[in-house]
Structures are given as C-alpha cells and as structure tokens.
C-alpha cells in the first residue's frame, strides 16, 4: 500500500475524532484548554493508532462479530454522550459542563471514533499488508487534526458559550447517526 493511499485513509478516519473534538472542545474551560485539547487528542491518536495493530492482529476472524454492530456501538456512545452536552448547555448545569475532560469520557469517545481504525486492520491483515506504518500515520494524522478541531471548538465555546456546547452536542449525535445511517444503508 504506498504511501498517499495510507495518507488518506488516515485523513477518512481522523475526520470523525476532529469533528468530536471540535464539539466537545466547545465545553472546555478557558483556564485548562491547553491541557484539555491535548489529552483528547493524545487518546485519540492513540486509539486510531491501536485499533488498526488490533484489527490486524485478530484478523478477519473477528470482523464478523463486530461488523454487524460497529456502528451501533459508535451511534449510542456519541448520541449519549451529545445528549448529555445539550442538556448540561440547556440546563446551566455549569459545574459539569466546565468540568476537565475526565479519562473515562475520554476513553468513550476515542473508542467511539476509532471502531472503523479496527476495520481497517483487518482489511490490512486480509491483503496481507505490514500494519505498523499506516497505524503510526493514522495515529498521527488524527492527534494533528483532533488538537486543532479541540482548539477551534474550545474557541468557539469561549466566544458562544452554551449555545455553541449545545451545538457541539448536536454535531456529536449527528456523526453518531450518519454513521448508523451509512451502515445501514450500505
């Protein structure tokens, strides 16, 4: 596999951590932004990077037990986890939605963006395809774009406030059912 075609398939599977990480990062606090952006893009990148080793590792024997629910599973954790944003925007329950991104959320979401990265572990132990560098670039790639979405959502949120963390919300429960809807209607 040369190297443009890993390129973008890093840059198809970073697509959904950025756009978590711009919707998320509208509930960051101003004072800890920095801190925050960077622990969702560290577990993002890694679990973009892990999930491929992990695919690859298990092989295709193991895409038919989570092919057929993959996309469940990615659809409830985001539209849980967007209806809890909406509804600590419209409550103003602000000790919540100000406070720091805790390791269990974080591992919520970066499962929740990384499913189809096991996919593609998969595809690459089925051609027989070295894992190490495509997951090294996907990592990579999503780390770069998941800092920078955090940051633009957590500027978003400083300038918007609640309206922008319930419309980070929303952005989540839609990645949520675009992916049910493009398994389902695939």
Known sequence: MDLLTVLLIAVGLSMDACAVAI????????????????????????????????????GSAFAGLIGGVDHWIAFLLLAGIGGKMI?????????????PLSIRLLLVLAVATSID??????GLAI?????????????????LLSFAGGLLGSRLGERFGRRM?????????????RILV???SG
């Open 23 to 58: 919707g998320r990062g509208t509930a960051l606090q101003p004072s800890k932004r920095w801190r925050d952006v960077l622990m969702m893009a560290l577990f993002f990148g890694l679990f973009q990077a892990l999930m491929p080793v992990i695919g690859w590792l298990l």
């Open 127 to 143: 051609l027989a395809t070295p894992v190490l560098m495509p997951a090294v670039l996907i990592g990579g790639v999503t780390f």
């Open 87 to 99: 509804h600590e925007a419209v409550s103003g329950a602000e000790d919540e939605a100000d406070a």
């Open 117 to 122: 990265a096991l996919a593609v572990g998969i």
């Open 165 to 177: 963390e319930a419309l980070g919300g929303l952005v989540l429960i839609g990645i949520g059912v």
């Open 182 to 184: 493009s398994h389902l």
